[in-house]
C-alpha cells in the first residue's frame, strides 16, 4: 500500500511569491494534517483538516491556508512568501478525526526554499 | 502551554552499545505519545505509539516507556547498529486552543560509528 505522497518534494521561490502543496493521504485515511519543520527544530502543527473540515489550526498568520478534497487529498497554501517561510513542509494522515488514539503518518516532505 | 524537552541533543556512541534517549513534557495531559526517526532531509518514521494509559511499547530492539503522571518517556534501543544513526523525535497528542495536535521536541541525533 502507498503511504502519504507529497508533492513536489523539491521547489524554490522568491519573497512575495504564493506556493501551493499537495498531499495525498493513505488509503482510507480521513485525515490530513500539515507541520512545519525549519531546519535544526521539531515539526510545528499548521492545520489538521477531517472530512472536509478544518479541526486545528496552529499559531500560523492567515497567509498559510488549506483545504481537503472529496477523495481527502488536501492542499497547503502560502502567500506572500518570506524568506522564513523557508522550511520542510509534511504531511501526515491518520485513521481518526482527533487522533486521540491513533497514529500519525507522515509524507516525505516538501523542501521549499524562499529566495 | 505544552513543551516536549529532549536530552540530550546529541549522541555518538560505538556499534553495540544499548542507549538510553530522554524525552520529558510539561503538562501530563496527554493522549498518546509517539517517537519518530528522521533521516537527513527526509520525512518521519513513525517508531512506536504509547497510549496514555499504557505503561510502556516494543518493537524489535526498540523499547518505549511512559510516565505520564511525572511527564517522562524513555526510548531504549538495544544492541546499536550503524543504520541507526538519525535523528529521534518525540511527540506528544495534545489537546490545546488550537485543536488536538502533535508537539515536538527537538530531537536526539544519534550516531552510531562501527
Known amino acids: 500500500d502507498a503511504g502519504v505522497t507529497q508533492s513536489p518534494t523539491h521547489l524554490i521561490k522568491t519573497r512575495g511569491q504564493q506556493v501551493t502543496l499537495r498531499c495525498s493521504p493513505i488509503?482510507?485515511?480521513?485525515?490530513v494534517s500539515w507541520y512545519q519543520q525549519v531546519l535544526g527544530q521539531g515539526p510545528q502543527f499548521i492545520f489538521q483538516?477531517?472530512?472536509?473540515?478544518?479541526?486545528g489550526r496552529g499559531n500560523f498568520p492567515d497567509r498559510f491556508s488549506a483545504r481537503q478534497f472529496p477523495n481527502y487529498s488536501s492542499e497547503l497554501n502560502v502567500n506572500a512568501l518570506l524568506l522564513g517561510d523557508s522550511a520542510l513542509y509534511l504531511c501526515?494522515?491518520?485513521?481518526?478525526?482527533?487522533?486521540?488514539?491513533?497514529?500519525?503518518?507522515f509524507g516525505e516532505g516538501s523542501r521549499l526554499t524562499v529566495l | 502551554k505544552q513543551e516536549v524537552t529532549q536530552i540530550p541533543a546529541a549522541l555518538s556512541v560505538p556499534e553495540g552499545e544499548n542507549l538510553v534517549l530522554n524525552c520529558s513534557f510539561t503538562?501530563?495531559?496527554?493522549?498518546?505519545l509517539q517517537w519518530f526517526r528522521q533521516d537527513p532531509g527526509k520525512g518521519l518514521t513513525s517508531l512506536l505509539l504509547?497510549?496514555?494509559?499504557?505503561r510502556e511499547q516494543t518493537s524489535g530492539r526498540l523499547n518505549a516507556s511512559l510516565d505520564k503522571s511525572s511527564g517522562r518517556s524513555t526510548l531504549y534501543i538495544a544492541a546499536s547498529q550503524p543504520g541507526d544513526s538519525a535523528t529521534y523525535l518525540c511527540?506528544?497528542?495534545?489537546?490545546?486552543?488550537?485543536?488536538?495536535?502533535?508537539?515536538f521536541g527537538k530531537g536526539t541525533t544519534l550516531s552510531v560509528s562501527s
Open positions: 501526515a494522515s491518520s485513521l481518526a478525526a482527533t487522533t486521540s488514539t491513533g497514529e500519525l503518518f
Open positions: 488509503s482510507g485515511h480521513k485525515s
Open positions: 483538516y477531517y472530512e472536509k473540515e478544518e479541526r
Open positions: 503538562d501530563s495531559a496527554i493522549y498518546n
Open positions: 504509547i497510549q496514555s494509559s499504557q
Open positions: 511527540a506528544v497528542f495534545t489537546a490545546n486552543q488550537a485543536g488536538t495536535a502533535l508537539i
